[in-house]
Structure formats: structure tokens, C-alpha cells
């Protein structure tokens, strides 16, 4: 399995192919629908953004809040398509990775081959399993929105499958048609 | 008459929210493992084991088994012969409120829905639903809901002579629109017939009926069991990814409709098909 780390290059994501399992170390960012609108109000005003999106990856989830001595709650992904009307523009500031679940759109695929950007997916509904990958976490803007808030996460061997790679290739059909194609991954 | 304080709801609430986020239903939990050991795709065979993991990790560590810990449905059974000393409804809701707070659980719920969208910051209110019975028991089932799966369901209102075919084929169709969105494998419930309004109720409580268990028409019964087979022919497999196990279980709920009508409603729930009730 390949091991892949942030800051996640161009020449990372251009070595990666839909179907690839793939463990993660290093930060990444979490952010869902109303982060994603605040966002991409600020880059529409012309106004900085809580941290720079080049190269980064960004994680659908909006987490459960941490125990007392716990630095994480549960936390998987969410439905990724929520969040397609602002992903073009993210990764047209350089944004190099999606963590989520689900479809995505045409408009989506076009920039991800555009600007080299990689989608991967979390296994949705694996929460508590995935929320032991993460060993810090830290809130870094729009705090009023609790879950929805943006946080800084240090992940350390997340379990991750591409979905969608940078040549727009998707896993979600090549897998469904080798399975009814009789194609066993074996 | 059976009198019930406000106080021991507000406890028995609160205690199912916990529960129900912590721990799969038995049977839940059964038709995973043996998806497990029925799968044929590698890939399919590692996210279900992950997801078996991730069951037991939650329930040994009392931790969420997904993140999205849901919208708080109540489905309440009241006794015609029950009073309840205060409020049932605040009590439900307050007993929301305590659970989600005291474990730790995601609150998920905005208050105006389209112009605000401000998190009212404790998970209510609650969506409770009422039946009234003979007897002189309280039944309250609590059955959070999340949204990545709850946002895939579908009604539609079919003519009559759109016929069986006419079901078959927009449940596929609902399917197929889900697949990976909804967190596959699925938790599927059907309700055929009622009203624009009842239907969608009968499909959830479909989908909160026991897996294995069947309509008792054996004609809904065959039914039941050719669906699920052509879901699981579909290929969508775990999280998408291609493979056998798309869904766990489909069950259908129906009820006498209008002569001109036949609606059917789809819920789809993910694996977490979460759901704790008592009876006081």
C-alpha cells in the first residue's frame, strides 16, 4: 500500500490511479458545507482565507466533539457532493485533495484534471475507526459553526481509497462494471 | 390508568440516545458479518471488516459508531390508559437534549431551515412521531437519523396501473441514484400505499423492522426477497466500490390507498440502521 503525506504535490497526485489504497500522514484541513460558503465568500471579497489551500488536502467530516482525553471524537466522512458547487473554485487556488464520499460532478471532474487534483474516499459510516487515525486537532476558524468548524488535523496512517484521480478516471464506475463484469479483484 | 413522571422519560430518552449511537442493533450487526463471509470482492471484503472494526471499537469505547449521530426520531406508542405527569413531548425533547450533550454526540440540527441555518447547538427538536394504542404502556423507540442517507430516500406517487413493475423499478431507481452516497452497504425500507404523508412513514418504520422478518402477505414477502436480490445485483457493493453486498436487508410496510392511487416511498438508511426502545 502506498503511503502518501501533505504537503501532497502535484507530482503526488499525478502518481496516483483510481482504485489506489492509500495511507495518509501528515495535516490536513476538515471542512463541509457552511465552511466551503464562507470560503468561497472570502475568495469572492478578495479576502485571505484561514490558511492556504495550496497543496493541501481537505476532509469532509464534521466530527463528534473529543471525550476529556481524547483529542478526536468520531469522525468519517461526509457526502461529498454537497460540496461540488464550491470545489472548483478550491481547486483553482491549488487545492490538491478531497476526502469524502459519493459522486461527484462533470464540474468537479473537469477541474480535478484542470488542476491535478485527487478525490479519495473514507469508508462512510466507519467513524469511531477512523478517529483513532487522528492524533491532534486544533480549531482554526468560523468556531460558531461547532461540527462544521475548520480544524487542523494531524492524521497518521488514514486508510483512504482514490475515487476519482487526476485524469478523471472513477472509481465508482470502473469498480461497479469489473464487478458485474466478473472481474474479481483477486 | 398507569401514571409515568416526566422525569423517568427524560432519563429513558436520554439513555437511548446514548445507546442507540454507541452500539449496532443485534441484527444489524449479524447481516454485517455475514456479508462479510459471503462477499466475493477483495476490496468489498476489507471495507467490511472495517466496518465490523469500527462497530466494536464504538461499542467497547462508548463512542460514536458514525459521526453524524443524526436528527433524533422518536416513535412513541402511548397507551390510551397511560397519563404522563408534565409534558411527553419536552420531556422527549428535553431528553434529547441531556443525551446528546452528556455523550458527547454531534449536534446536527439547524433551526430555520433555508433563510438562518443557525445550529440550535443541542440536537432538538426531536421528530417525534405519535401513536395512539389500547393499553396502559408507553413504547418509545429512538432512532437517530443521518442525513448522507436520509438525503438519497425518494416518494413517488405511481398510478395504478403502473402495477408491481412500476414499484420495482423506482426502487431500483432510488438505489441507483444513492449508491455510494448513502454509505452502502444499505438498510432499505418500502411503503407502499396510505397517502403522500403516510407512505414515507410507513417506509421508515419498514426500514426500523427487524432484518429477516418478513410481511406477512407472502405475495410482499416474495417481493421483499426479489428486491434485495436485484439491489445486490446492482454491483454498487460496499462504500461503492464494486461488489455483492450493496444492501443488508429490504423490508415493506403497506396500507389501504385511494382507488386512484399508489404511492411508494423509499428510506434508505445506511448500515448504522440505529435504533433502542423501551417500554415503560
Do not use: W
Request: with cysteine.
Amino acid at each position: 500500500m502506498k503511503t502518501i503525506t501533505t504537503p501532497f504535490t502535484k507530482e503526488d497526485a499525478l502518481s496516483l490511479k483510481a482504485g489506489d489504497q492509500v495511507l495518509l500522514t501528515g495535516t490536513i484541513y476538515t471542512g463541509r458545507d457552511a465552511a466551503h460558503k464562507r470560503l468561497v465568500a472570502l475568495i469572492q471579497e478578495n479576502k485571505p482565507l484561514p490558511f492556504d489551500v495550496k497543496d493541501q488536502i481537505i476532509y469532509y467530516v464534521g466530527p463528534t466533539p473529543a471525550k476529556p482525553g481524547h483529542v478526536f471524537g468520531s469522525g468519517g466522512p461526509t457526502t461529498s457532493g454537497r460540496m461540488d458547487a464550491y470545489a472548483p473554485t478550491m481547486l483553482s487556488l491549488g487545492l490538491r485533495g478531497m476526502i469524502g464520499k459519493g459522486y461527484r460532478n462533470q464540474d468537479v471532474k473537469d477541474a480535478m484534471i484542470q488542476y491535478s487534483g485527487v478525490y479519495f474516499g473514507a469508508i462512510g459510516g466507519a467513524g469511531a475507526y477512523i478517529g483513532k487515525c487522528v492524533e491532534s486537532c486544533e480549531m482554526i476558524a468560523f468556531e460558531d459553526l461547532g461540527p462544521e468548524a475548520i480544524r487542523r488535523l494531524v492524521v497518521k496512517d488514514f486508510p483512504l481509497t482514490v475515487i476519482i484521480d487526476a485524469q478523471g478516471h472513477d472509481l465508482y464506475d470502473i469498480g461497479r462494471k469489473q464487478y458485474l463484469g466478473g472481474k474479481k479483484d483477486e | 390508568m398507569k401514571i409515568i413522571k416526566n422525569e423517568t422519560i427524560i432519563q429513558e430518552v436520554k439513555r437511548l440516545c446514548q445507546e442507540a449511537n454507541y452500539a449496532l442493533p443485534q441484527d444489524v450487526y449479524q447481516a454485517l458479518r455475514h456479508a462479510y463471509e459471503t462477499e466475493d470482492s477483495k476490496l468489498s471484503k476489507q471495507t467490511l471488516e472495517v466496518l465490523n472494526q469500527n462497530a466494536q471499537i464504538a461499542q467497547e469505547t462508548c463512542s460514536p459508531i458514525c459521526q453524524d449521530t443524526g436528527m433524533a426520531c422518536v416513535f412513541v406508542e402511548i397507551g390510551q390508559d397511560v397519563y404522563v405527569d408534565g409534558s411527553l413531548s419536552e420531556a422527549i425533547h428535553e431528553g434529547v437534549r441531556q443525551g446528546y450533550e452528556a455523550g458527547y454526540l454531534r449536534k446536527s440540527v439547524v433551526d430555520d431551515p433555508m433563510f438562518d441555518r443557525v445550529n440550535t447547538q443541542d440536537n432538538t427538536p426531536a421528530i417525534i412521531n405519535y401513536d395512539i394504542v389500547e393499553g396502559d404502556q408507553l413504547k418509545i423507540i429512538v432512532a437517530p437519523k443521518g442525513f448522507g442517507s436520509e438525503n438519497m430516500s425518494q416518494v413517488k406517487m405511481l398510478k395504478p396501473s403502473d402495477g408491481v413493475e412500476g414499484v420495482k423499478d423506482f426502487v431500483l431507481k432510488v438505489i441507483n441514484d444513492a449508491g455510494p452516497n448513502a454509505c452502502p452497504p444499505m438498510v432499505v425500507g418500502v411503503g407502499i400505499g396510505g397517502s403522500f404523508d403516510r407512505v414515507t412513514l410507513l417506509a421508515k418504520k419498514a426500514m426500523l423492522r427487524e432484518i429477516g422478518s418478513h410481511h406477512p402477505d407472502p405475495r410482499y414477502c416474495d417481493l421483499e426477497n426479489e428486491l434485495l436480490e436485484k439491489i445486490n445485483q446492482t454491483g454498487i457493493g460496499p462504500a461503492g466500490y464494486g461488489g455483492k453486498t450493496t444492501a443488508l436487508s429490504l423490508n415493506i410496510e403497506t396500507y389501504p390507498t385511494h382507488i386512484a392511487g399508489m404511492p411508494v416511498a423509499v428510506s434508505i438508511c445506511c448500515h448504522v440502521a440505529r435504533h433502542k426502545e423501551v417500554i415503560l
